[in-house]
Nanobody, 111 residues
Framework: QVQLAESGGGSVQAGGSLRLSCVIS???????PVWWYRQAPGKQRELVA????????NYADPVRGRFTISRDITRKAVYLQMTSLKPGDTAVYYC?????WGQGTRVTVSS
């Protein structure tokens, strides 16, 4: 059974940085890309970034140039380095792999 464990969320001021982690246990790591999504209060869940095990990455326009997704195959982990954070980045961030989702980690950016 696949389990996804996110961590690294918190509260920061605008312009700050955070690094989110998603550790994947169970299943076969690398069978699928790993996706980061986010859901702001009152809004639909939206894609933030994705990475394949081959290292190909994709970013949503609002975060491109500020966020960096990476993976560590040895640790079965995927990271989301977030810089130049804006209040609009406030959301619960979710890791998604195959058919599974993590519980989410909350990011709050104050102005």
């Amino acid at each position: 059974q696949v389990q996804l464990a996110e961590s690294g969320g918190g509260s920061v001021q605008a312009g700050g940085s955070l690094r989110l982690s998603c550790v994947i246990s169970g299943g076969t790591f690398g069978a699928y890309p790993v996706w980061w999504y986010r859901q702001a209060p009152g809004k639909q869940r939206e894609l933030v970034a994705s990475v394949t095990m081959g290292g190909d990455t994709n970013y949503a326009d609002p975060v491109r140039g500020r966020f960096t997704i990476s993976r560590d195959i040895t640790r079965k982990a995927v990271y989301l380095q977030m810089t130049s954070l804006k209040p609009g980045d406030t959301a619960v961030y979710y890791c998604h792999y195959g058919a599974d989702w993590g519980q989410g980690t909350r990011v709050t950016v104050s102005s």
